[in-house]
């Protein structure tokens, strides 16, 4: 099993940054090759891909609508996660969830991941 506990939401004004949290714990996070991301969800809209991160090697992906913009990395002492968003607007305004998969392969699918936060509010007001 894999926990993942978020933090860091809030709300910000336009222009403003905000960095999420992710601490991931449990047996099988420390025994296989894991891949991670983030995934935001807005009203009445669809869970989608934000960034991912293979946790060995640490190559990095990224949606379109948000490369250059906002930052994932992963601090394997801590056994942490992060995403650091910058030049927010208003329609990065969703709750943001941590997620997990095993496999190294960073995927952009919801469904391919088996581990999840419990997600976090991120509203930027405009």
């Known amino acids: 099993q894999v926990q993942l506990v978020e933090s860091g939401g809030g709300l910000v004004q336009a222009g403003g940054s905000l960095r999420l949290s992710c601490r991931a714990s449990?047996?099988?996070?420390?025994?296989?090759?894991?891949?991670m991301g983030w995934f935001r969800q807005a009203p009445g809209k669809e869970r989608e891909f934000v960034a991912g991160?293979?946790?060995?090697?640490?190559?990095?992906y990224y949606a379109d609508s948000v490369k250059g913009q906002f930052i994932i990395s992963r601090d394997n002492a801590k056994s942490t996660l992060s995403l650091q968003m910058n030049s927010l607007k208003a329609e990065d305004t969703a709750v943001y969830y941590c997620?997990?998969?095993?496999?190294?392969?960073?995927?952009?699918?919801?469904?391919?991941?088996?581990?999840w936060g419990q997600g976090t509010q991120v509203t930027v007001s405009s």
């Open positions: 991160i293979r946790w060995s090697g640490g190559s990095t």
């Open positions: 997620a997990a998969r095993k496999g190294q392969i960073v995927l952009g699918t919801a469904p391919a991941y088996e581990y």
């Open positions: 449990g047996r099988t996070f420390s025994t296989y090759d894991m891949s």
